[in-house]
Structure formats: C-alpha cells, structure tokens
C-alpha cells in the first residue's frame, strides 16, 4: 500500500489542488515544469511533489 506523500494523483485532481486547468497541468508535465511520469497514456503525479511544487510557488508569489 502507497504512504499517503507516496499517493499519486492525475491531472484533474491535480489542476484543483494548484488552481490551474487540466490541459495546463498536461503542457506543465510534457515541460518538466511539474515532476510527472506517464502511466500508460495518462499523466501521473505524487502528491508530495505536488505539495512541494506548491509550496515553492506560494512563497515566490510572497515574495514578489
């Protein structure tokens, strides 16, 4: 069984968690702006890095 950080997540759930759309969330993987792998032909995300990748927006927004 996967640890909850170790949980994957598509691009659906994924566009809700950073607010953006899921064909954005896609052309983030496809450009390595979001860590991803692909399963099968669909987009697959950990959620830890998700919550990183989050984090590091959030405070780069604050600091702007």
């Known amino acids: 069984m996967l640890e909850r950080d170790e949980e994957l997540l598509n691009s659906r759930q994924v566009a809700i968690i950073l607010d953006l759309s899921p064909d ?6 496809r450009k390595n702006i ?8 669909q987009w697959r995300f950990r959620k830890r890095d998700i919550s990183i990748f989050n984090k590091k927006q959030n405070v780069g927004i604050r600091d702007a």
């Open 34 to 41: 979001l860590p991803a792998f692909k399963k099968g032909k």
């Open 24 to 29: 954005t969330v896609n052309e983030f993987a």
